[in-house]
């Protein structure tokens, strides 16, 4: 048994649970240097450098996203350090994603009332104002919702964590402040910014027109392999919340077998650019939303888990994660 | 002018951007309280309660569902999971003599008076007391939490203005997983809607001007001559404040102008030995 756990080990990679999570680390690794760099070389202060960190900064969120449903270490002192870096990336709270996104998101409700980034917490007639101050009304719900949650979290380490990781995120960006002002905040500050916002967005663009009472349609899917490959399949989301344990390595197999056949066409886009300007550049008002009940058959249903099950895998991989 | 520089006023832009948008959001929802306002000039009528048909003479009552949640402290958060509204029938004789009969079941949302206190509500720790305080709290603990109601309801002899009760108001429609009340949505209520409703109107149109006011004395700041200058820091550095602010703002704003029926309670309860200690 104990030759059978070794070899088990050996096998295992190097300092990170899966192979695939190089890819993640390289992303934040790309995306500090990008921040830094021009804050303290003035070559670097170029239009591309500043774009290329906003696309990395929304790459970074999506790691939190990753990271917080399974960490990417096998140490968790690792992890929980690695928690404080990509809150320093988005200037807030890594953390915050365990009640916000692990918790009430994947429940799509905060027990009771709506998820705190439910799409219709932005009601313009004209559609593209909704995309654009989406993040305006989300994230004040999901701070003050985070709050709520701690008051009455039976994990002492969360608030602790969560405060820890709003100190340093700050003071680094202020640190970075005392060095070049100006070269921060173009740099810095906007980017991490546009990052924290727009993985907010995404909860429009992924479930805006979505059926979240059903059990296959409740969500967008973006189905480019490329796409995916950078986004670490978070373009897969129907399958990612009917199986939120499952790493996200795993995802596309799953997605293929599961849902590609199951689930409206509408909610499988090949491209999120062509969805975005079909749907907010090209069309003034919201789209009809998809009737997941009239989509769906009973056999379809009866292949998932219950939503019970479900919503007790998330709910176990987010608070494994808590400390 | 350098990148940076040229970053900096994109960043102004994306300010003022955010700045009107939320500044539309609060003006909107005052708009939608003077829709309401609109729709009562004809037909909003008061009376008075002279039968009530439900159960304990309830002509109309409103209940938050809640549940009670601790951390183990001697402490209860309480987290509102649902706004009832019921009319349970009866007959109104309205100030011009007139008597109409609702039917129990009609659709209708039923105002309270705000600040009002609710039975079942533990205003005080002393409303809860020895074992069953410790009961509570331990029940709070678990992953069910502890259930609570609040209820207000209005009876025999109580002052009402409806509205819309003789046709068949709107429903409610659910947009992106957030319900919102047509503004012709029938009413009962226990006070007179209209100076509140006005009130609140007023606020959130207030708010929306103090948004673009705020943003505005930001940007001077930014922009006053020399550009990029210690004042201009100052500026920018208010601008990122308030920009973050502003949002917080808007959540205060839109929980404000919430109407009584989904207006938000909440409650905190300590238990006697939390707060002597």
């Given at each position: ?67 917080l ?24 709270p890594?953390s915050a994603n365990v009640p916000a996104h692990n918790l009430v998101h994947h429940h799509?409700g905060d027990d009771?009332q709506?998820d705190w980034a ?23 719900n999901t701070f003050t919702g985070v709050k709520r949650w701690a008051d009455v979290s039976r994990h002492p380490g969360f608030a602790?964590q969560y405060n ?151 709910e176990?991989?987010a608070i494994?994660e808590v400390? | ?66 549940v009670g949640r601790s951390k183990?402290?001697?402490r209860?958060h309480f987290h ?63 992953a069910?939490g ?120 909440g ?11």
């Amino acid at each position: 048994m104990k030759v059978v756990a070794n070899e088990a080990r050996a096998r295992e990679p190097w300092l990170v649970r899966r192979r695939e999570e190089w890819r993640q680390v390289g992303i934040v690794a790309t995306y500090l240097a990008l921040l830094l760099t021009p804050v303290f070389w003035a070559p670097a202060r170029h239009p591309a450098v500043f774009v290329a960190a906003c696309y990395f900064s929304f790459l970074n969120a999506v790691v939190i996203h990753n990271h917080l449903h399974k960490g990417v270490f096998h140490a968790k002192g690792l992890n929980r350090a690695f928690r404080f870096v990509l809150s320093f990336g988005a200037l807030y709270p890594a953390s915050a994603n365990v009640p916000a996104h692990n918790l009430v998101h994947h429940h799509f409700g905060d027990d009771g009332q709506p998820d705190w980034a439910a799409p219709g917490h932005v009601q313009f007639r004209w559609h593209l104002l909704n995309l654009l101050h989406f993040p305006n009304v989300v994230g004040p719900n999901t701070f003050t919702g985070v709050k709520r949650w701690a008051d009455v979290s039976r994990h002492p380490g969360f608030a602790l964590q969560y405060n820890a990781e709003t100190a340093v995120a700050f003071a680094l960006t202020g640190a970075l402040m005392t060095v070049d002002f100006w070269a921060a905040l173009a740099f810095v500050v906007i980017p991490q910014l546009y990052g924290a916002r727009s993985i907010l967005r995404i909860n429009l663009i992924q479930h805006d027109g979505c059926d979240t009472t059903s059990s296959w349609n409740h969500s967008r899917n973006f189905v480019g392999r490329a796409f995916n490959w950078i986004m670490c399949n978070n373009g897969l989301h129907t399958i990612h919340h009917n199986r939120a344990g499952l790493h996200w390595a795993d995802l596309w197999d799953a997605h293929e077998r599961e849902v590609a056949s199951r689930i409206d066409p509408r909610l499988q886009e090949r491209s999120m650019l062509s969805y975005l300007l079909r749907t907010y550049a090209l069309r003034f008002e919201r789209e009809a939303p998809v009737d997941g009940d009239r989509i769906e058959s009973s056999e379809d249903v009866a292949v998932l888990p219950s939503t019970r099950e479900r919503l007790a895998a998330a709910e176990a991989s987010a608070i494994a994660e808590v400390p | 002018m350098t990148t940076t520089q040229a970053i900096a006023f994109l960043g102004l832009g994306f300010f003022w951007l955010h700045t009107v948008l939320m500044a539309a959001h609060a003006w909107r929802e005052g708009q939608y309280l003077r829709r309401r306002l609109r729709a009562w000039r004809d037909g909003l009528v008061p009376g008075r309660v002279v039968e009530a048909r439900g159960e304990g003479e309830v002509f109309a009552r409103h209940r938050v569902e809640q549940v009670g949640r601790s951390k183990g402290d001697g402490r209860i958060h309480f987290h509102d999971r649902a706004y009832v509204s019921e009319v349970l029938g009866g007959v109104v004789e309205l100030d011009d003599g007139t008597r109409i009969d609702v039917g129990a079941g009609t659709r209708a949302e039923v105002w309270v008076e705000p600040g009002q206190r609710r039975a079942g509500e533990w205003s005080t720790s002393t409303d809860l007391e020895g074992p069953g305080a410790e009961r509570a709290v331990a029940q709070a603990t678990k992953a069910r939490g502890l259930p609570r109601v609040l209820e207000s309801s209005l009876g025999d002899g109580s002052r009402v203005w409806l509205y819309g009760l003789d046709m068949a108001g709107p429903p409610p429609r659910r947009v992106g997983g957030v319900e919102v009340a047509d503004p012709r949505s029938s009413l009962v209520s226990s006070f007179d809607p209209r100076p509140w409703a006005a009130r609140h109107a007023r606020r959130a149109q207030l708010a929306a001007v103090a948004f673009v006011v705020l943003a505005g004395a930001c940007s001077l700041a930014m922009l006053w001559p020399p550009r990029f200058g210690s004042l201009g820091v100052g500026g920018a550095l208010a601008a990122v404040v308030v920009f973050n602010l502003l949002q917080l703002f808007l959540k205060l704003v839109r929980d404000h102008v919430r109407v009584p029926p989904i207006h938000r309670v909440g409650g905190l309860w300590r238990s006697p030995r939390s707060v002597s200690s």
